[in-house]
């Protein structure tokens, strides 16, 4: 596959969509080989590569970086978590899995309340939905719960009084994997495997080419 092609829209529209719930890579394989890329092509598309394929990889990284920033504020590792689920609900497939496992556990309390909780049903025309599908959690639109979490971090943030505290980690964790995906070289399994198929499959406008 030529990642020279890949924009980062497509790039960032492949991770919003894509299932984030597979386990990150092995920690050998992770750590395994780096070299430094030839030319500035080479490393954009080395970047993109390693960015997609070792996703999970990198998000518990940020995550392990912002918690040990955190590790005697209790406040500011409560205001990180918020803050990373409303970057998680981003995530089309995080956000679907969300809303029926709270609609599946709210319907063994209250089968009328979680009838509710349904996300309205998209119109058809000629077999196919009119638009594209919406995401909704609990019946409300996605980006309800976006801005409420959102909102609840930035205050817990400010409570906490870290924000420089939490740039400076955030600056750290994504510099740690800028270096990586960077110098991480990307081996077989990486370029020709499964995971092409995968990028394939959620890249914008796939289905139409």
């Given at each position: ?36 890329p ?35 504020k ?31 556990t ?43 979490f ?35 070289t ?11 198929e ?6 914008r ?5």
């Open positions: 596959m030529d990642w020279s092609a890949v924009t980062a829209e497509d790039l960032v529209d492949a991770l919003r969509e894509v299932d984030w719930s597979t386990p990150p890579r092995p920690v050998p394989e992770f750590f395994s080989r780096f070299t430094v030839r030319s500035y092509s080479k490393w954009t598309s080395r970047l993109k590569c390693n960015l997609y394929y070792y996703r999970t990889n990198y998000f518990i990284l940020i995550m392990f970086i912002l918690g040990i920033g955190f590790l005697w209790p406040v500011a590792i409560l205001a990180a978590f918020m803050t990373g689920l409303s970057i998680a609900f981003l995530n089309d497939s995080f956000a679907v899995t969300f809303n029926e496992k709270v609609t599946r709210v319907r063994q309390f209250s089968p009328h309340l979680a009838a509710k909780m349904r996300p309205p049903i998209t119109p058809v025309l000629r077999g196919r939905p009119s638009s594209k599908r919406s995401i909704h959690i609990c019946g409300r639109p996605r980006w309800v719960f976006v801005l409420f959102s909102a609840v971090s930035c205050i817990l943030w400010l409570t906490s009084c870290s924000l420089l505290t939490v740039l400076w980690a955030l600056l750290i964790a994504l510099f740690a994997t800028v270096l990586h995906a960077s110098f991480r990307p081996n077989l399994k990486a370029r020709l495997n499964t995971f092409r995968e990028f394939r499959a959620v890249w406008n796939y289905s139409e080419l």
